[in-house]
């Protein structure tokens, strides 16, 4: 079984930045195309970055220019630094695979930004 644990978040004020990482454990033997996600109070769970186990990155147009979605192998760790943060980005961020079948979710990390 995969775990995904993810830390990080916290209160910022907007501008601000934060990194957040999610380390995958358990019987993985290696890390596959993994993505972020966010769910905002009231609003179903949304994929804001995705990073290919080579390293191809998609965003979504609200983060792009913002966010870095990035990952190291060597301890199967995925990030995602967020910069010049909007009280819009506030919500619960979650990794996870970015297609097909999902790994079971972790309990994510919070984020809130405040104007």
């Known amino acids: 079984q995969v775990q995904l644990v993810e830390s990080g978040g916290g209160l910022v004020q907007s501008g601000g930045s934060l990194r957040l990482s999610c380390v995958v454990s358990?019987?993985?033997?290696?890390?596959?195309?993994m993505g972020w996600y966010r769910q905002a109070p009231g609003k179903q769970r949304e994929l804001v970055a995705d990073?290919?186990?080579?390293?191809?990155?998609n965003y979504i147009d609200s983060v792009k220019g913002r966010f870095t979605i990035s990952r190291n192998n060597a301890n199967n760790t995925v990030y995602l630094q967020m910069n010049n943060l909007k009280p819009e980005d506030t919500g619960t961020y979650y990794c996870?695979?970015?297609?097909?079948?999902?790994?079971?979710w972790g309990k994510g990390t919070q984020v809130t930004v405040s104007s």
């Open positions: 996870n695979a970015p297609l097909g079948i999902k790994y079971t």
């Open positions: 358990g019987s993985v033997s290696r890390l596959h195309a």
């Open positions: 990073i290919s186990s080579a390293g191809g990155t």
